[in-house]
C-alpha cells in the first residue's frame, strides 16, 4: 500500500551495529505499529503508538526502541543488532475511531544481521 | 485469553477447485475479524472483515468468509481457486482487552496457500 513507505527495503548490517527502520504514512491515522515477522511464527507485535506522545511495548520489545517523530511518522530502531534479529519487518496504521481495527501495511524491510 | 488459531500451516489445491483456509478465534468481546493476503515480497493486504450483520462476507479477488459463531470460526473461501492466489493468508481479530491493547489486531500465524495448476 503506497500510502505507508517503509525504508530502507532491504538492509544488512552486522552484529553490534546501531540501524534505524523508518515508517512514514499518509493516511492520516492516529494508530501506528510495528511487527517483525519470521517463517513460522507470523507476525509479532514489537510496540505500537496511539499518538506522538503515547508509545507501547508490544509483545517482544527487547532489544528494539522507536520513535514516533510526527503522527505520520514512526522509526524503529535496534540499538545493537544482533543475528537473531534477522527478520521481516512491517510498520502498520489504523484508525480506531473511524475504523473497526483494520491495519494497512507498508512493504517492509528485510533486515539481516551478520 | 485472546487468541487466533489457524490450524493448517499449508493448504494445497488444484487450479479450479473451491479452496477453505480455516480459522478460529476466541475473544472476550465481540468478534471483529479480519483476512490479510501476502504475496511474495510484500506487505499485507486486507481481503474482508465481519463487524456485525451476514455472516457471509464477500471481499477482494473472489474471496469471501463464512462467520460461524457457534463453532467460533471465520474460515476464508473461494469457489474456484487460480494460480495467482497463491500467497500466505492470515486469520486477525480484534483485541478488546483492558489496557492499550484494546483496538489491536491479534493476528494467527498464518496459512501458505498453494494452487497448482
Known amino acids: 500500500d503506497a500510502d505507508v513507505t517503509q525504508t530502507p527495503r532491504n538492509r544488512i548490517t552486522k552484529t553490534g551495529k546501531r540501524i534505524m527502520l523508518e515508517c512514514s504514512q499518509t493516511?492520516?491515522?492516529?494508530?501506528m505499529y510495528w511487527y517483525r515477522q519470521d517463517p513460522g511464527l507470523g507476525l509479532r507485535l514489537i510496540y505500537y503508538?496511539?499518538?506522538?506522545?503515547?508509545?507501547n511495548k508490544g509483545e517482544i520489545s527487547d532489544g528494539y526502541s522507536v520513535s514516533r517523530q510526527a503522527q505520520a511518522k514512526f522509526s524503529l530502531s535496534l540499538e545493537s543488532a544482533i543475528p537473531n534479529q534477522t527478520a521481516l519487518y512491517f510498520c502498520?496504521?489504523?484508525?480506531?475511531?473511524?475504523?473497526?481495527?483494520?491495519?494497512?501495511f507498508g512493504p517492509g524491510t528485510r533486515l539481516t544481521v551478520l | 485469553a485472546q487468541s487466533v488459531a489457524q490450524p493448517e500451516d499449508q493448504v494445497n489445491v488444484a487450479e479450479g477447485n473451491p479452496l477453505t483456509v480455516k480459522c478460529t478465534y476466541s475473544v472476550s468481546g465481540n468478534p471483529y475479524l479480519f483476512w490479510y493476503v501476502q504475496y511474495p515480497n510484500r506487505g499485507l493486504q486486507f481481503l474482508l472483515k465481519?463487524?456485525?450483520?451476514d455472516n457471509l462476507v464477500k471481499g477482494s479477488y473472489g474471496f469471501e468468509a463464512e462467520f460461524n459463531k457457534s463453532q467460533t470460526s471465520f474460515h476464508l473461501k473461494k469457489p474456484s481457486a487460480l494460480v495467482s492466489d497463491s500467497a500466505l493468508y492470515f486469520c486477525?481479530?480484534?483485541?478488546w482487552g483492558y489496557g492499550g491493547s484494546q483496538g489491536n489486531l491479534i493476528f494467527g500465524k498464518g496459512t501458505k496457500l498453494s494452487v497448482k495448476p
Open positions: 465481519y463487524i456485525t450483520g
Open positions: 503508538s496511539f499518538d506522538v506522545k503515547d508509545i
Open positions: 486477525a481479530v480484534r483485541d
Open positions: 493516511k492520516g491515522h492516529d494508530r
Open positions: 502498520a496504521t489504523s484508525d480506531l475511531a473511524g475504523g473497526m481495527g483494520e491495519q494497512f
